[in-house]
């Protein structure tokens, strides 16, 4: 650890690269730009910086890591209740809640395991290998062995192996999607940089670790290291980000502490009430002790667990990977969505939208374009089909190429017959690229560019009556109308000659043109996001872009999409990076497109969202979603495209890339809540009914009416099954037309703990009534009536709660096989323990009679009837009417 602090601390300073001529950059980093380093000198810059790795994070080891899932309230509350269940003597509650509290530490330690694995996957992207100038020689050395003053070389394939100044490029483009966002590969040039504040994306003589050169070559200067890069400063932020806790945890970690805290106020009350009644101390202990371990549910883990379980199985289907099983939940309370463009909401493949032909504008390609416009599009390009039928090139290339393919103009087919007999690369300077070709016996150049350069090149406007006069400035203006609508516009222009030039040069040849037309190019939207937009509006969630791409191309797909509105502000990087976090936090909620972010801005907005009390969720597919992934409520990352960092530093996976998948995961999330909300509803409301019966009995001039075997019995049989089944419940009817639930709303709101408290008192109520009846009758069954009673008043209660809202008899009584089955069960099990002569000595019960039987089934039965009225006065908003909106 220190050798590392020390490689930490040693970097050389870090002056505005960008901004510096390359000779200032060999001659601060004190290297010979012809020759390189020399061994010695980088076998000492390597002891210094430290190899160009980047750091795994500080780690806590296995064992703590385990260990560390018991410090949970909740898990505490549970071991305690474990320990007092075994000095109560009974095995099967300890081996259960042993198993219960084991089986979470487990889930806990592999989900914090796994999400170890983020910054291994930044490891995993950089190269292994780099070619490198030293003591005059290209030499090939491990990547991680590179230092600042190594002069490295690229090719095209080749992964940036660290950050480079440019000092010599030779048409060098560098696919940057995963670091900026930026949807093309970006042409390299040595030209000097004049912003010092400018955008990554904009750095033209920079390449940055962990990016791709997809064409041509170049020479740079290593600047940067390891930790020091763009990439590990991203590492960095994901080594200091914490996650945050889902609204599960939260929820539930408040309703252990209150109910810890409730429960041992209750049970001193019933042991102090006993002892002035004058009842045996050792028995009130154990009565008191029995309560307090059948009051705490601790099958609510593992229900919830399991909920959850299901639930991201069902996900799995619907092309959503559940990296974290809280994640699945999370997303039933995700407020605001912050989406990356590329990849994620488009296509991430450039596609010719539109095209301007003979005076006006057309949406998409067609076969009566003019035909030398449609050879230019698919002669004056390199791309080609491989032998599987990919298409292959520069995405703006292989755009134009499909283009004229579709309307019958097949490039591979035309340059047969119309071979090409040379070229003028495009270059930086001239934004020009020239084809010249064998036709009918002449030469002919097409050439396409940037419009404003072709123009002033072209004497003529084709036609098909011929030449005529040409409007620049129409189309000029035609040009900036496609750029204001977020499309990147080239302009196509031919000439003939009718003998080859004496001299092949661009002044020669891009010279004297005649103007065919513009093509306008974007990265599409997906054709299903749209839809999935309207319906994220719908369910209450607000939807937002975040992208490094332009501002004109994110507020043109946002309108597409329908996040906004059109004369909607974009919020750009360098605007976000003028605002103090007050002023941003006024109006972060109103902003729905963010253009040229940077890594580090992304997390600002999400936390931004976040203290103004959202939950959020954040997609994106590059490294430079990740921290931003990290930082969010829920991160979804993008399964097919995405980098291996965004998925391993992200809660969820879309295995579809579809953005639309993230409705349905809002669907399921919303579904998981609500039954998780019934189990708590009906444990609580059983447990209440529990303490009442025996905190009211004495004040009733009632004996106690339930031993501590009783108690564990019913929170065996009642807590358990009938409890799980409530997982497999189906949706509520309306569930994607209610907004959010409100991330700081109690889990007791919408009426829950009324009925809790009611409905519980209920429960005791006919049970005690039953006690009274028998006792007073002189019946010797009083306490197995009341124990039956009590018992089948919970089952007739976890029927009547499977909807909050929705009656049984609508729902139908085997819409839930699973629930209906455990009650059956569950009704079996207490029979047997009054009727089976060899379990009647161990639960201290005796056989009904068939009165008195149908006198218990008669009145727990009153309870089923009571929640069911509640539903239906529920429905007329006569109760409850502040949660009807989320009902």
């Known amino acids: 650890m220190p050798n590392q602090q020390k490689n930490q601390s040693k970097q050389p300073p870090s002056p505005p690269w960008h901004l510096l001529e390359p000779w200032q950059t060999t001659a601060w980093l004190k290297v010979d730009p012809e020759k390189g380093l020399n061994h010695q000198e980088a076998k000492e810059r390597l002891e210094t910086y430290g190899p160009n790795a980047i750091k795994e994070q500080s780690r806590r080891g296995p064992v703590r890591m385990f260990f560390g899932q018991f410090a949970d309230f909740m898990i505490i509350v549970l071991i305690m209740a474990c320990i007092v269940s075994g000095l109560i003597g009974d095995l099967t509650d300890t081996i259960a809640i042993s198993v219960i509290v084991v089986l979470n530490a487990i889930i806990g330690f592999i989900q914090e395991y796994r999400a170890e694995k983020a910054v291994d996957a930044l490891k995993r992207l ?9 003591e005059g020689k290209t030499q090939t050395i491990a990547a991680k062995e590179l ?81 020091d890069t763009e990439l590990g400063k991203i590492a960095e932020l994901l080594r200091q980000g914490k996650e945050t806790k889902t609204p599960l945890q939260q929820r539930l970690a408040s309703f252990g502490m209150r109910l810890a805290l409730l429960v041992l106020a209750v049970c001193a009350i019933i042991f102090a009430v006993g002892l002035l009644r004058g009842e045996e101390p050792m028995l009130m202990l154990l009565t008191a002790i029995s309560l307090a371990v ?3 549910p601790e099958a609510l883990p593992a229900v919830a667990t399991v909920t959850l379980a299901i639930g991201a199985r069902k996900m799995v289907i619907k092309n959503a990977l559940i990296r974290r099983l809280p994640a699945v939940e999370t997303l039933g309370s995700v407020t605001f969505i912050c989406s990356d463009k590329t990849g994620t909401l488009t296509q991430n493949r450039m596609h010719a939208e539109a095209f301007y032909v003979e005076g006006r504008l057309r949406e998409g390609i067609a076969d009566d374009f003019p035909a030398p416009l449609l050879r230019a599009l698919a002669l004056n390009n390199d791309a080609r089909r491989n032998h599987e039928g990919q298409l292959l090139g520069d995405p703006t290339e292989t755009a134009l190429y499909e283009a004229a393919e579709s309307v019958g103009y097949v490039g591979a087919d035309l340059v047969k017959a119309t071979p090409r007999l040379d070229e003028i690369p495009f270059d930086s300077e001239r934004k020009l690229m020239t084809t010249l070709h064998q036709e009918n016996g002449e030469l002919v150049a097409y050439t396409k560019g940037a419009p404003e350069n072709v123009l002033s090149r072209c004497i003529s406007l084709w036609t098909s009556d011929g030449p005529q006069p040409l409007p620049k400035e129409k189309i000029l203006a035609a040009a900036e109308q496609m750029a204001a609508d977020g499309l990147r516009v080239l302009a196509l222009a031919y000439r003939q000659f009718p003998e080859r030039p004496s001299t092949l040069s661009a002044d020669s040849v891009e010279d004297e043109l005649c103007f065919l037309g513009l ?29 490094g791409d332009h501002p004109a191309t994110a507020r043109a797909i946002a309108i597409r999409l329908g996040i906004v509105d059109d004369g909607c502000k974009v919020l750009t990087g360098s605007e976000l990076a003028q605002m103090s976090l007050a002023e941003f936090e006024k109006q972060v909620e109103d902003v729905r497109v963010y253009a040229r972010v940077a890594p580090e801005q992304k997390i600002e907005i999400v936390k931004a969202l976040q203290d103004r009390g959202e939950f959020v969720a954040m997609t994106g597919d590059g490294v430079n979603d990740a921290p931003a992934l990290r930082a969010a409520n829920i991160g979804i990352a993008m399964g097919k495209i995405g980098t291996d960092v965004a998925r391993e530093a992200s809660h969820m996976v879309l295995l579809d890339d579809n953005f639309a998948t993230i409705v349905k995961a809002v669907r399921e999330g919303r579904r998981i809540f609500d039954n998780i909300r019934k189990f708590i509803k009906y444990t609580m409301t059983s447990n209440s009914a529990e303490i009442w019966t025996l905190f009211l009995a004495p004040f009733l001039g009632l004996p106690i009416p339930l031993l501590p075997i009783h108690i564990l019995w019913i929170n065996l049989v009642t807590d358990g099954l009938p409890g799980l089944a409530l997982a497999v419940e189906q949706e509520e009817r309306g569930i994607m037309q209610r907004p959010p639930r409100p991330p700081q709303e109690s889990i007791f709101a919408q009426g829950m703990w009324q009925h809790i408290l009611w409905i519980g008192l209920l429960m005791g109520g006919v049970s005690l009534f039953s006690q009274g009846w028998a006792y007073y009758t002189g019946s010797a069954h009083w306490q197995s009536m009341v124990f039956t009673v009590l018992t089948l008043s919970q089952m007739g209660h976890v029927l009547a709660i499977r909807s909050e809202r929705e009656s049984l008899f609508s729902q139908g009584l085997f819409s839930n096989k699973l629930l209906l089955g455990a009650v059956l069960l ?62």
């Not at 008669?858 to 502040?882: D, P």
């Open 126 to 134: 950089s190269s292994p290998t780099a070619q490198v100038l030293r």
């Open 147 to 227: 230092v600042p003053g190594d002069l490295a070389m690229l090719e095209a394939g080749n992964i940036v192996p660290a950050d480079l100044k440019l000092l010599d490029v030779a048409r060098l483009k560098v696919e940057e999607a995963a670091l900026t966002g930026e949807s093309l590969p970006v042409e390299k040039s040595g030209a000097l940089i004049r912003e010092l504040d400018s955008p990554l994306g904009d750095r033209l003589n920079m390449a940055y670790k962990g990016t791709v050169a997809t064409y041509g070559r170049g020479v740079g200067i290593v600047i940067a290291t390891g930790m």
């Open 519 to 547: 093509a306008g190019l974007m990265d599409p939207p997906r054709p299903e996001a749209k839809d999935a937009v309207a319906l994220c509006k719908t369910a209450g969630i607000t939807p937002v872009m975040i992208t």
């Open 294 to 296: 059948a009051a705490i």
């Open 826 to 887: 569950t009704f079996g099990l207490q029979m047997a323990v009054l009727y089976v002569p060899v379990l009647q000595p161990i639960f201290k019960t005796e056989a009904l009679s068939r009165d008195e039987l149908l006198f218990c089934l008669a009145l727990s039965s009153i309870v089923f009837i009571m929640v069911e009225i509640e539903k239906w006065m529920r429905r007329r908003g006569w109760i409850y009417r502040n949660g009807q909106q989320s009902q």
